[in-house]
């Protein structure tokens, strides 16, 4: 198993792990090789899109980005030693904390919005009515409309379990900002429609069937079995394709 | 005949940057900046790498075979 799967089921939502497949393999190959050695179902995502070069030294390689979108280390994984890991951990230790060089006034209102408290940062940042005060007041709006954006994509892609999650986050976080605290309104609303009831449903079906074979022997005849009925109960959502797909990708001979 | 090569190089040459910009762009001051042209598997609405800013990424480049 690749140490960054490992990484992934460590460290949650703390890191986000990027799988780039480089050999041109077609998407539903890789997929499905993916499944059958039980890298999926932790979070990871996957694409063959490099968002930066690799150094041409062979594969594997891994690229740790810091918070700031900084590359932190790249090169073979097997070269790092506990450096990857003490990366990770102390990168994620950062992002609990207000960046390097903040004002020392301005640090209360970064904890604030750390903790998920948008409005009492915004309120500390009007407070001080600085330069600086207005750049941390625009990045903690920037940051939280960009998860409002994103929750609506999540609605789009049906990862509706998802954007519940995050719209009640945002619900506690923008309470008293009254601009975003409106969007996150819409959003709840749109959540709330009757349209995306069965959307929720096969979106929880397929977390709970992935949960269930992820780890173990994901194409067993049971399995596909299984998939092939919850694609027909679920017919119509894009959760029902995932369970479609599911199927076709346990159809692919990998040996060809 | 010199003239078409010329454009031909020309045009390549643009081809070239456009793609360089549009899939891996270190940002001046900022890190890695990058826009998905396809959005990844699981990417549970994540369009732009820069989205992730305050999460530590880990990026694995590999191959099947």
């Given at each position: ?21 480089c ?48 590359v932190?280390l ?19 230790k ?23 408290d ?115 109960k ?23 | ?41 699981h ?23």
């Amino acid at each position: 198993m690749p140490a960054s799967v490992k990484l992934q089921e460590q460290y949650g939502d703390d890191v986000q792990v990027l799988f780039v497949e480089c050999q041109n393999t077609p998407k539903d190959v890789y997929e499905a090789f993916a499944w059958k050695m039980k890298w999926m179902g932790n979070g990871a995502m996957w694409t063959t899109e490099r968002p930066l070069s690799t150094t041409g030294s062979g594969l594997p390689e891994t690229a740790v980005l810091g918070i700031d979108g900084s590359v932190l280390l790249q090169g073979h994984p097997g070269d790092f030693g506990k450096k990857l890991e003490e990366t990770i951990a102390a990168e994620i230790k950062k992002s609990k904390q207000a960046p390097a060089g903040t004002p020392k006034e301005l640090e209360k209102a970064w904890s604030a919005f750390g903790k998920g408290d948008l409005a009492a940062a915004i309120a500390e940042c009007d407070k001080l009515a600085s330069d600086a005060s207005k750049a941390a007041k625009d990045e903690f709006v920037a940051r939280t409309t960009a998860k409002i954006e994103r929750a609506k994509r999540m609605i789009e892609s049906g990862d509706v379990v998802a954007a519940d999650a995050l719209a009640a986050k945002l619900e506690k976080s923008t309470k008293g900002a009254v601009d975003l605290a409106t969007k996150v309104a819409e959003l709840k609303t749109k959540l709330a429609s009757p349209e995306l009831a069965a959307e929720r449903d096969a979106d929880k079906a397929f977390a709970s069937f992935t949960n269930d074979v992820a780890k173990k022997k994901p194409f067993e005849p049971g399995n596909v079995k299984r998939a092939e009925s919850l694609a027909k109960k679920h017919e119509g959502t894009k959760n029902g394709k995932r369970f479609e797909r599911f199927v076709a990708l346990a159809k692919i001979d990998l040996n060809k | 005949m010199k003239l078409p090569v010329l454009g031909l190089v020309a045009a390549l040459t643009v081809v070239g940057a456009t793609w360089l910009a549009s899939s891996a762009a270190p940002a001046a001051d900022s890190g890695i900046l990058y826009t998905f042209r396809e959005s990844p598997l699981h990417a549970l609405g994540l369009k732009n790498l820069d989205e992730l800013r305050g999460t530590p990424i880990v990026i694995d480049f590999w191959g099947k075979n």
